[in-house]
């Protein structure tokens, strides 16, 4: 447990390699063997999140955010915009690519850098809506019937202050064919004081249904403080559900899958989707190739309850929704 205030938390992310060691105990010279120091997309992480951290150089969480020389290998298909997003941006801040919901990029700031963002080489600079922006986007929606449904997403929205997303929420709740607003965060995960009675007041007050889209990848992931403070988001009328990116070498494994969704399930999280990995270029590492992605999903399956399967999609650049993976293409091994 954190001492500081989730801002003061916020303010004081470890970037640096020896001080993440030193913190959790690792052995810096097998670390160091393997670290690349990047030179865009440094490494960030909070201390809330190495809490959760072993002491082995292949834990999971430390494998999630632990810059490698791995970073540097070229590899065919792996690009800087896989999701090719600059192509439905109608308004600064905004994606419109599905046709009932878009998304706000609120704020390119994250607490934490995954290694395996698709948006690690989106240039924020020139797309982070201020508060003129937020009225056009808002003017935007309420020109569109079809629209119904706001998610802010980042960079990750709830690094920014309690002030300026309320405000955002009230603007947006005050749109009529707004009847949801989905936030897209992993600050909850990584850092969980940020879930401040203030911001549960301003949850408990939105007009409109609340949903929260967490990303944990890994059970280990998932402690005992975390988990009172999504009992809070539940108790504030948030909806809850979960998206995990398959990740060779941290969750590509049938048992470690269960346990993620048994874990969530338990906490109040349902299980939304698997993403296989977006190609961005730098996480080729990470990739498990579809045919393996397609065994493990048949095991798990077999193993869970079919609420506890999360659906297993990628995002094609042309497809103006999230793709299944199609199961059937392969022989089912047993
Ligand atoms: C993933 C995504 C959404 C949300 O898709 P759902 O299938 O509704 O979860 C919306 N807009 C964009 C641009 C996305 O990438």
Not at 169 to 189: Q, S
Not at 209 to 227: C, G, R, S, T, W
Request: proline share 5%; hydrophobic share 45%; glycine share 4%.
């Amino acid at each position: 447990m954190q001492t500081l205030s989730w801002q003061a938390q916020l303010a004081n992310l470890m970037t640096d390699i020896d001080e993440l060691c030193a913190y959790v105990g690792l052995e810096s010279t097998v670390i160091k063997a393997r670290y690349q120091l990047p030179k865009k997309f440094a490494l960030k992480v909070p201390h809330a999140f190495a809490d959760k951290m072993t002491q082995s150089p292949n834990d999971p969480l430390l494998l999630q955010i632990l810059p490698t020389q791995d970073e540097l290998k070229v590899q065919a298909g792996f690009v800087l915009d896989p999701l090719a997003e600059y192509e439905h941006n109608p308004k600064k801040g905004l994606l419109h690519k599905y046709q009932s919901r878009v998304l706000v990029t609120l704020t390119g700031a994250c607490a934490v850098h995954c290694r395996y963002c698709f948006r690690q080489h989106f240039d924020y600079q020139d797309n982070l809506p201020n508060q003129k922006d937020l009225a056009d986007i808002c003017q935007y929606i309420a020109n569109d019937e079809q629209i119904g449904e706001v998610i802010l997403s980042g960079g990750d929205p709830l690094s920014v202050s309690n002030r300026r997303l309320a405000m955002w929420l009230r603007a947006l709740a005050a749109v009529p064919n707004i009847h949801t607003i989905r936030l897209h965060t992993r600050l909850p995960v990584v850092l969980p004081d940020r879930i401040d009675e203030e911001l549960l007041t301003i949850f408990a007050h939105c007009s409109k249904k609340l949903v929260m889209v967490l990303h944990i990848n890994h059970p280990q992931e998932i402690d005992d403080y975390f988990a009172n403070y999504c009992a809070k988001l539940v108790q504030a009328g948030v909806i809850l559900l979960n998206q995990s990116v398959l990740l060779k070498g941290i969750n590509d494994d049938v048992e470690v899958l269960a346990q993620l969704s048994g874990k969530l399930f338990a906490y109040h999280i349902m299980p939304y989707y698997l993403h296989m990995l977006d190609k961005v270029a730098g996480a080729g590492h990470f990739w498990v190739d579809e045919y393996q992605a397609v065994q493990l999903y048949w095991a798990l399956m077999q193993k869970v309850a079919g609420y506890l399967v999360p659906k297993l999609v990628q995002e094609l650049p042309y497809q103006l929704h999230k793709t299944p993976v199609d199961i059937y293409k392969y022989q089912r091994m047993q």
